[in-house]
């Protein structure tokens, strides 16, 4: 079945990076982009960046600009997302989400199980 | 950016009965909407896409309706396994943007 396996859990100092993987297995790899979208606690969903798998093409919130990431290995089938300069404020779950279609319009399904990444003095 | 509104913030409904949902969108997504839910310590499952067509798996009790600015989420015959909270997210435009949800609790 289609799934999306991601890192565990983080515990970062503010100030430093983190960077979360998202390994994908049941389906081609390339065909499908994947975003990363995160969740405060509490809070809703907030979509943070996408990324072309097959390109290696990417695009970010305006918000996330300068300081996030998003790269992949297509040999491992695996996404990466890295988050630098972190504050108490990127405290959240991240998730990966594969785009339900090939090529097609950004929703998602499935997602994957999600990374708690907490940042604190 | 397209805000999205959800309301009720928490709707109270009994087993077996229905529930009606709320997405408002500050500008027309024309029907780039999807429905989310999301149980407590899980990730968001895909609902319904393209405002009303439902996704692979998803029971027929799920039904989406709505384009432009004003959605609807109507889930029939309430399960114990859809208590939870439901987000709407519009893919009409970047960036992509959820709503802030609605929790539906066992009243």
């Known amino acids: 079945q289609v799934q999306l396996v991601q890192s565990g859990a983080e515990v970062k100092k503010p100030g430093a990076s983190v960077k979360v993987s998202c390994k994908a297995s049941?389906?081609?790899?390339?065909?499908?982009?994947i975003d990363w979208v995160r969740q405060a606690p509490g809070q809703g969903p907030e979509w943070m960046g996408w990324?072309?798998?097959?390109?290696?093409?990417?695009a970010s919130a305006q918000k996330f600009r300068g300081r996030l990431t998003m790269t992949r290995d297509t040999s491992i089938t695996t996404a990466y997302m890295e988050l630098s300069s972190l504050t108490s404020e990127d405290t959240a779950v991240y998730y990966c989400a594969k785009v339900a279609q090939p090529r097609g319009d950004n929703y998602f399904d499935p997602w994957g199980q999600g990374t708690l990444v907490i940042v604190s003095s | 950016e397209k805000v999205m509104t959800q309301s009720p913030g928490t709707l109270s409904v009994s087993p077996g009965e229905s529930a009606t949902l709320s997405c408002r969108a500050s500008?027309?997504?024309?029907?780039?909407l999807a429905w989310y839910r999301q149980r407590p310590g899980q990730a968001p499952r895909l609902l319904i896409y393209?405002?009303?067509t439902r996704a692979t798996g998803i029971p027929a009790r799920f039904s989406g309706s709505g384009s432009g600015t004003e959605f609807t989420l109507t889930i029939n015959s309430l399960q114990s396994e859809d208590f939870a909270v439901y987000y709407c997210?519009?893919?009409?435009?970047?960036?992509?943007?959820f709503g802030g949800g609605t929790k539906v609790e066992i009243k």
């Open positions: 393209d405002a009303s």
């Open positions: 990324m072309n798998p097959d390109s290696g093409n990417t």
């Open positions: 500008e027309s997504v024309s029907i780039k």
């Open positions: 997210q519009q893919y009409n435009s970047w960036p992509l943007t």
């Open positions: 049941g389906y081609t790899f390339t065909n499908h982009d």
